[in-house]
């Protein structure tokens, strides 16, 4: 009996060391996820990430951003939008954002469709706006105060999901850059950077 456990296991353990060595980045990087603390360098609570935008093409953005725990049924997002006027933030062409702060959460997503259907899911509709929730970001053309400062006719970025531990840690200064991808296909693109708390500086 003690030779067949044995045995079960060790065709267990070689299925899911194939499996890793196939995606071997993804597993790490599921791993770094899931094993990374939500305190950051905060011992005993929840951090927080400072995020800036940082708008380095011609054209207004349009999105929404925010953290959330994917591996928890119960979580809520906490998120920020940029439109085309007030109440919401404006985040014109070549400009860049003032630095805000989202708790830290094993996902960052930029434009995440995931992260737009919790939004609508667990938040009050006076709490969002439905034209700066797209999937991706978008980019207006229009000028400040046009009627259609809010319609993304310029092209979109693809939208990013970010992994904390693996991408990221808790505590640190999230860059957020929208840039014009020269490359193609999409016309612009999403990137991310981070300046380690100043305890890990």
């Not at 599921?30 to 011609?58: C, H, K, M, W, Y």
């Not at 928890?72 to 860049?96: I, K």
């Not at 959460?105 to 995931?114: C, Q």
């Not at 400062?149 to 808790?170: E, H, K, N």
Request: glycine share 8%; charged share 20%; hydrophobic share 45%.
């Amino acid at each position: 009996m003690h030779n067949w456990w044995e045995s079960v296991l060790k065709r267990s353990v070689g299925v899911a060391a194939s499996v890793c060595v196939i995606v071997a980045s993804g597993c790490a990087d599921a791993f770094l996820n899931q094993t990374a603390s939500l305190g950051g360098d905060t011992a005993g609570e929840r951090g927080a990430i400072e995020i800036v935008f940082i708008n380095n093409t011609p054209h207004r953005a349009l999105f929404t951003a925010g953290t959330y725990d994917h591996t928890d049924a119960d979580t809520v997002p906490q998120f920020v939008q940029f439109g085309g006027s007030s109440p919401l933030r404006v985040l014109e062409g070549n400009a860049a954002s003032e630095t805000l702060e989202l708790p830290c959460a094993r996902l960052l997503s930029i434009g995440g469709e995931a992260l737009a259907d919790l939004v609508r899911e667990t938040a009050s509709e006076d709490d969002f706006n439905e034209d700066a929730l797209l999937t991706g970001v978008g980019f207006s053309s229009a000028p400040a105060g046009d009627a259609d400062a809010a319609v993304p006719d310029a092209g979109f970025a693809a939208a990013q999901t970010f992994l904390l531990g693996a991408d990221f840690p808790c505590n640190a200064l999230v860059v957020i850059r929208l840039e014009v991808n020269d490359a193609g296909p999409e016309p612009f693109l999403v990137t991310m950077s981070f300046i380690p708390s100043e305890s890990t500086r």
